[in-house]
């Protein structure tokens, strides 16, 4: 099985502050088609996870441009350029090319 | 627009099946691999069992391997997870999920004496 491991695991950020967290893989997550599928994704309280970033980099339709993604191989970066109020919640790697598809999750709260 | 509607959520006791659906709609259906995930209150994500897109393939996590089955008819557009031999362990919000983008809003299963 991989292992998908995000750092921190809690993190609370002044309104407007910028917030990073981390993502490692025990393995190689780059295809034979060339891509890697690291996505990210957020669950806001109450709701179902939601698509942010797919492919390592590529914001899902509707998300803001203060989401960043980056990375490769076995080591990603999601990055908020300035926290707001309604990016509250737990954020998680996922990965489509092996199996289980993601780890325990990042929990974001306003400082 | 992509919608995916679980069904089938219930309180039941230990020992018991159950059968959750999922009506997928707005996309090719047979074109995606699906998965089912779960949620226990106040808990993390954790992944249960994914079928490929014509179900010949399946995987499971190991703490349903044996008792949950899943399966997909694609004639009408609607994925499926079959839970025997429930146990309290088991108790979560069960999401269908198109691998890799969108959730559905998730259907409540309650195992309880």
């Known amino acids: 099985d991989i292992v998908m491991t995000q750092t921190p695991l809690s993190l609370s950020v002044t309104l407007g502050q910028p917030a990073s967290i981390s993502c490692k893989s025990s393995?190689?997550?780059?295809?034979?088609?060339?891509?890697?599928?690291l996505h990210w994704s957020l669950q806001k309280p109450g709701q179902p996870p939601q698509l942010l970033i797919y492919e390592v980099s590529n914001r899902f339709s509707g998300v803001p441009d203060r989401f960043t993604g980056s990375g490769s191989g076995t080591d990603f970066t999601l990055k908020i350029s300035r926290v707001e109020a309604e990016d509250v919640g737990v954020y998680y790697c996922m990965q489509s090319t092996h199996l289980p598809p993601f780890g325990q999750g990042t929990r974001l709260e306003i400082k | 627009e992509v919608q995916l509607v679980e069904s089938g959520g219930a309180l039941v006791q230990p020992g018991e099946s159950l059968r959750l659906s999922c009506a997928a709609s707005?996309?090719?259906?047979?074109?995606?691999?699906m998965d089912w995930v779960r949620q226990a209150p106040g808990k993390g994500l954790v992944w249960v069992s994914r079928i490929s897109g014509d179900g010949s393939a399946t995987s499971y996590a190991d703490s349903v391997k044996g008792r949950f089955t899943i399966s997909r008819d694609n004639s009408k557009n609607t994925l499926y997870l079959q839970m025997n031999s429930l146990r309290a362990e088991d108790t979560a919000m069960y999401y269908c999920?198109?691998?890799?983008?969108?959730w559905g809003q998730g259907t409540l299963v309650t195992v309880s004496s």
């Open positions: 393995r190689s997550l780059l295809r034979s088609d060339g891509k890697t599928y």
């Open positions: 707005g996309f090719t259906f047979s074109r995606y691999w």
């Open positions: 999920v198109r691998v890799e983008d969108y």
